[in-house]
Every structure is written in C-alpha cells, then in structure tokens.
C-alpha cells in the first residue's frame, strides 16, 4: 500500500495546526492594528505562513493524488480531488497577501483598506468551506476504507476495504457523477 513521505505528513499536520492558529488569533478589527507590536507580529507571521505555503506547494506538487487509494480510481474522482487541493492552496495564499495588503495600506494611511479587508474575509470564507469538503471526504473516503485516508493520517487507520449495500449504492451514485464529470470536461 502506497504512503504520502514521512516528511509529507508531518508538513501536512504542523501546518493543519498553523492554520488553526491563524484562524484563532485572528485580528478583532482594524484598530487593533495601531499597536506597532501587533501589527509587527501579523506582518511576520503572514510572511512565514506564506513561505511555508510556497515550500509545501513545490514539496508536494508532483506527488501522485489519492496515492494510497486500494480501488480504481476514476478520472473524473480525480479531477475533483486535485480541484479542491488547488482551491485550497489557493486561499492559503490569498489570506496572508490580503493580510499583508491590509497592512500595507494601514501603514500608508492609503484608500481602498475596506475592499482589502473584504478579499481577507472572503478568503477566510472560502477557506472555512474547501476545508470543511476536504475533511469531509477524508472521512466518507474513511468510511468506505479506501485507504486513502491511512496515506496521511497515521492515527485510526483503516484495516481493509469495507462492503455494505449503502457502500454499494453510495459507489454506484459516485459513478455516475464521475461519468458526467468525464462526459462534459471530455477527460
Ligand atoms: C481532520 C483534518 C484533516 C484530515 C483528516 C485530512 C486528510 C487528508 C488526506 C487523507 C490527504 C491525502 C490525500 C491524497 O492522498 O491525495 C490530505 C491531503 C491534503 N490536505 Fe488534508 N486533512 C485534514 C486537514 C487539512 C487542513 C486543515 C488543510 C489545510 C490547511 C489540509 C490540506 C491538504 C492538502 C493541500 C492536501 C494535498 C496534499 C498536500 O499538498 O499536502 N488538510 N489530507
Ligand atoms: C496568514 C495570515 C493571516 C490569517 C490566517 C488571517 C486570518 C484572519 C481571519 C480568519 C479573519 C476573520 C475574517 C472574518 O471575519 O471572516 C481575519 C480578520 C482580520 N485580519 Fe487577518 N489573517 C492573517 C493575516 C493578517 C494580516 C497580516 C493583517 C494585517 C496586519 C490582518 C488583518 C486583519 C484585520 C484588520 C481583520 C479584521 C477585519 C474586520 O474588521 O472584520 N490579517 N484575519
């Protein structure tokens, strides 16, 4: 059974934790951006997350995706595994830049901060929702024991591939969205 790296998972879950505590400390409003040392600190954390973004990003970029998987991997399933992984790279990047364009205009005293703080809303948004779908498949990926899951998470592993008539059905309804998806996109 194929595994992401050791050093894959270990990224993968130090900067899971980085995220939440992005998501936790998060700045209450503008005004708490007056004190020097607050400002400092988002100002570098932004930097630091977003490097640690970019060398993940090329860590990862030629990994096989659904590695571990022990079934057939439709085209169609992978198109909207990768999908979602680059939707999510993408608001990793776009909530520190939107950070460190609010900071750069809060340092200037320079027009348009409402619209940056509305991109860093809207990337926080959009964030909160890839993430949610992501965790979300792990798991009925996990509940059907397609192995998937034990390729990056290495705690609750899966034992083998698991079979019921809700599997069944579920698999077969899964099919036919991965059919369409192929159809249209003519993969
Ligand atoms: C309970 C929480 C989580 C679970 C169970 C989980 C599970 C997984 C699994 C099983 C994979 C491997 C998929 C594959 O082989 O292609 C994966 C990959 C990935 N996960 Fe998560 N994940 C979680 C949280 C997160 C969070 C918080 C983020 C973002 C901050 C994230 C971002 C990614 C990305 C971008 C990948 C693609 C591989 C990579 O580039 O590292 N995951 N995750
Ligand atoms: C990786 C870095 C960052 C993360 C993960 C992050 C995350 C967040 C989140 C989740 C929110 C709440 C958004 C919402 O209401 O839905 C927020 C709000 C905010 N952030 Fe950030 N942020 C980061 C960097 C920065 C930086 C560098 C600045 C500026 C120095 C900044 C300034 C703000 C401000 C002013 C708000 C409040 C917006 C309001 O008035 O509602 N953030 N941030």
């Keep these: 059974m194929k595994s992401h790296t050791p050093l894959a998972k270990f990224i993968?879950?130090?900067?899971?934790?980085?995220?939440?505590?992005?998501?936790?400390?998060?700045?209450?409003d503008l005004s708490e951006l007056e004190d020097p040392a607050l400002l400092n600190f988002e100002i570098l954390f932004a930097v630091a997350?977003?490097?640690i973004?970019?060398?993940?990003?090329f860590y990862m970029k030629d990994t096989e995706t659904l590695l571990g998987a022990?079934?057939?991997i439709r085209k169609g399933h992978l198109f909207i595994a990768k999908s979602v992984h680059k939707l999510v790279y993408f608001t990793l990047?776009?909530?520190?830049?939107?950070?460190l364009l609010i900071a750069g205009l809060f340092s200037i005293g320079a027009g348009g901060i409402e619209l940056a703080i509305g991109l860093h809303e809207f990337s926080a948004f959009l964030s909160y929702v890839l993430i949610a779908v992501h965790v979300g498949a792990s798991f009925y990926s996990k509940l059907k024991g397609e192995g998937i899951w034990n390729a990056m998470t290495p705690f609750w592993k899966e034992k083998?591939?698991?079979?019921?008539k809700l599997i069944s059905y579920l698999e077969k309804t899964e099919d036919k969205v991965?059919?369409?998806?192929?159809k249209t996109l003519r993969l």
């Design 160 to 164: 083998e591939k698991k079979e019921s």
């Design 70 to 72: 022990n079934i057939e």
């Design 93 to 99: 990047v776009m909530l520190p830049l939107t950070g």
């Design 178 to 182: 991965y059919e369409t998806i192929e």
């Design 49 to 51: 997350f977003l490097v």
């Design 12 to 28: 993968h879950w130090s900067f899971s934790i980085l995220y939440a505590y992005g998501i936790f400390k998060q700045v209450g």
């Design 53 to 57: 973004v970019f060398i993940r990003y």
